[in-house]
């Protein structure tokens, strides 16, 4: 085996690995969260504690695009993990109104670029495209 294929091996052996400590994480933090809702809603606290809870949750969300990212290798994922990361900013911090209508334009583009431009003009087809493509030739 040459030197760069043990590299390769060795690096996504590595992304496996850390994608299953990011899911781990997020399994556990995730069942924190839901006994912290249920406090939260015991205590009758839960609309001065729901903006934290949804802090959280979708930070876990964005943990598990990104651990996603790192098993399945698709570039469209990096969209999704923007569109979170976009919204999530906007939903939790106290914005200007222009803030969140550059947020909206932001994600209006990053929709738009997954479902019309991306796949065909920015990143290069998958391997499994290509012989799709291929085949039907």
């Not at 590299?7 to 996504?12: L, Q």
Request: proline residues 1%.
């Amino acid at each position: 085996m040459k030197f760069t294929e043990r590299v390769t091996k060795a690096i996504m052996f590595f992304e496996w690995l850390l994608a299953g400590i990011i899911i781990v994480a997020v399994i556990g933090e995730g069942t924190m969260l839901v006994f912290k809702l249920v406090d939260y809603i015991v205590a009758r606290e839960l609309t001065e504690k729901f903006q934290v809870f949804l802090s959280n949750a979708l930070l876990y969300i964005i943990g598990l695009e990104v651990a996603l990212m790192l098993i399945k290798h698709d570039s469209m994922l990096i969209i999704d993990i923007m569109i979170y990361a976009v919204a999530r900013k906007m939903i939790i911090q106290n914005v200007a109104i222009w803030e969140i209508l550059i947020g909206v334009i932001a994600i209006l583009i990053l929709y738009y670029l997954k479902c019309y431009g991306v796949s065909c003009r920015f990143f290069p087809p998958l391997r499994k495209d290509r012989e799709q493509k291929d085949g039907e030739q």
